[in-house]
């Protein structure tokens, strides 16, 4: 099996590509039938009840549905082979469906916004909700904390940054049910006003969570480096293959939930081209057998000369002869 198949999760078990596929594949059918029930639910109980809050927590379920198809659809992408028109992979298919996932929450939480403002200027269409509401608000917030569990365990077993978007997805539909479960009550409690204003909390609190996943899926597809951590992690490994003096301009970008690496080690001086050819391939296998490194392309240097890197080029004199 190919190295470059292997993830590592925090316990440093190797997961391969399709391993971590088949997982965030189970892990996402889960959230569809959940969602499906508690939005059908929702909306339904919400437009019988007269509860807005209920209804938007229930449009913010079902935008879940689509969240979790684009999740699927990048899941299955993002495990092709690497082609000649994408020579490190599709894995970025990965980042790319988490700023859709981004946008898309961002999208609902400014609808859920705007349609609860329209209510709070006209306080008095907003009608009082039945008990039943609440029943269901309760239950939803119940089901969709359990969802979130169950899907960042899996995101963080097998390390995938789009099932851990998808899973805080989850979180951030259980966290709304409960805001909604809090207004139910106030209108039910002679508050009518509180129903709405769950409405706006929950669009809020939907559309910064939809900014900042984007935001960082953004980063990540502008070649964002991996934490200072990680990229220790690394060079230690480097140091510590035989052969390497020393390690610099170490250099990281992230390839979906993958990273590719640029460093330059440093070796005797002495040796020839050849034996310091066989240090970096063994650094470079070492390397992608321990992390979650994708690709590493190594610089040798002679040791204790690095700023020989960063010299000028000699510029020759157009007049002189040719060497």
């Not at 961002?106 to 709070?120: D, P, Q, R, T």
């Not at 390390?159 to 997805?169: G, P």
Request: aromatic share 6%; glycine share 6%.
């Amino acid at each position: 099996m190919k190295r470059t198949d292997f993830v590592e999760d925090s316990e440093d078990t190797p997961y391969t590509l399709q391993e971590r596929a088949a997982a965030a594949s189970r892990s996402t059918w889960v959230s569809v039938w959940v969602n499906v029930v508690l939005s059908t639910l929702q909306i339904v109980v919400g437009v019988l009840s007269k509860s807005q809050g209920l209804i938007a927590d229930g449009i913010h379920s079902l935008s879940d549905l689509v969240a979790d198809f684009v999740v699927l659809l990048a899941n299955r992408h993002s495990q092709k082979d690497a082609d000649a028109n994408h020579p490190y992979g599709h894995q970025r298919f990965e980042t790319a469906a988490s700023l859709v996932l981004g946008l898309l929450l961002l999208a609902v939480g400014v609808g859920m916004v705007w349609s609860a403002v329209l209510k709070l200027e006209n306080p008095a269409s907003v009608a009082q909700v039945h008990a039943v509401a609440l029943w269901v608000a309760g239950a939803a917030l119940v089901g969709k904390e359990l969802l979130f569990r169950y899907m960042l365990a899996v995101a963080k077993r097998v390390k995938s940054s789009m099932l851990v978007a998808n899973a805080w997805h989850a979180r951030s539909d259980a966290a709304s049910s409960l805001v909604v479960g809090i207004g139910i009550a106030g209108n039910l409690a002679g508050y009518p006003i509180l129903d709405p204003i769950a409405a706006l909390i929950v669009g809020f609190m939907v559309a910064k969570m939809g900014w900042t996943f984007g935001w960082d899926a953004l980063h990540d597809l502008m070649d964002r480096a991996v934490d200072a951590q990680e990229v220790q992690a690394i060079c230690q490994t480097l140091r510590d293959t035989p052969g390497v003096s020393d390690v610099h301009d170490v250099r990281t970008r992230k390839m979906g939930d993958m990273i590719v690496v640029d460093a330059h080690i440093e070796v005797d001086a002495s040796l020839s081209v050849e034996a310091g050819h066989d240090i970096a391939v063994v650094a470079r296998q070492r390397v992608m057998q321990r992390h979650r490194v994708l690709n590493l392309m190594t610089h040798v240097d002679p040791w204790r000369r690095p700023d020989l890197d960063h010299a000028p080029v000699p510029v020759r004199d157009s007049a002189a002869p040719p060497v």
